[in-house]
């Protein structure tokens, strides 16, 4: 088990409605990386924050963004749900200084859109 | 350009056989190679990873190979047990930044 948590476990919403979903990094981690994981398939990046600010971006619109807290937690929110966003949105979490690569991940959190 | 192709997509063996994945990059840049076990509801676990200054690495029962001029990498676990049983992915980091570039995963299947 890695020290990463994330809430909430699971969630259903509308199509057009808004999501926001957390994430809390390991102890002694200060970079956070999003990955979006649809069903049968590999996780694919959204963003990843550092020092507060995102640091790198994939190939996802807009109305996906984040937030880093000063105690290097996180949210990603989502607006505007699609039908396609439905999927496991795993949270990453890294040391920027050691090994910025080397990514512990969460539970992840299972977001069903209607 | 960006991108992990991993096979095979399901493998089955039998409790103490060996199992081999093989995984593809595409970014020359790459130089960092995890591979991760994801179980059913649960998140990626890293289990071995390996840097392209070195050509193996093992842990217990299962080593990674990277071979850096054809871009390839592979996992092998040896004396498969059936708690070895989940879907394995590889994935490679982007421009040797932060950014992972994971494979399609591989379902391995260990039968008592």
């Known amino acids: 088990e890695t020290g990463v948590t994330q809430s909430p476990t699971h969630l259903i919403k509308t199509r057009g409605q808004q999501v926001t979903l957390r994430c809390s990094s390991q102890?002694?981690?200060?970079?956070v990386s999003w990955y979006q994981q649809a069903l049968g398939q590999g996780p694919q990046f959204i963003f990843q924050?550092?020092?507060?600010?995102?640091?790198g971006r994939g190939n996802f619109p807009p109305r996906f963004s984040g937030l880093q807290f000063p105690n290097y937690s996180s949210e990603l929110n989502v607006n505007a749900l699609e039908l396609d966003d439905s999927a496991l949105y795993l949270c990453?979490?890294?040391?920027?200084?050691?090994?910025?690569?080397?990514?512990?991940f969460g539970p992840g959190t299972r977001l069903t859109v209607t | 350009g960006e991108n992990v192709e991993q096979h095979p997509s399901t493998l089955s063996v039998q409790e103490g056989d060996s199992a081999v994945i093989k995984c593809t990059y595409s970014?020359?840049?790459?130089?960092?190679f995890p591979w991760y076990k994801q179980e059913l509801g649960k998140g990626p676990q890293l289990i071995i990873d390996i840097r392209s200054n070195v050509g193996e690495k093992k842990d217990q029962r299962i080593a990674v190979t990277l071979n850096k001029t054809a871009k390839h990498f592979s996992l092998h676990i040896t004396e498969t047990q059936p708690e070895d049983s989940a879907v394995y992915f590889c994935?490679?980091?982007?421009?040797?930044?932060?950014?992972?570039?994971f494979g399609q995963g591989t379902e391995l299947s260990v039968k008592p």
């Open positions: 924050y550092y020092r507060e600010e995102e640091n």
């Open positions: 990453a979490s890294s040391s920027r200084l050691d090994s910025p690569d080397e990514q512990y």
């Open positions: 994935a490679a980091n982007y421009n040797q930044g932060g950014k992972l570039i």
């Open positions: 102890s002694g981690h200060n970079t």
């Open positions: 970014d020359s840049a790459s130089n960092y």
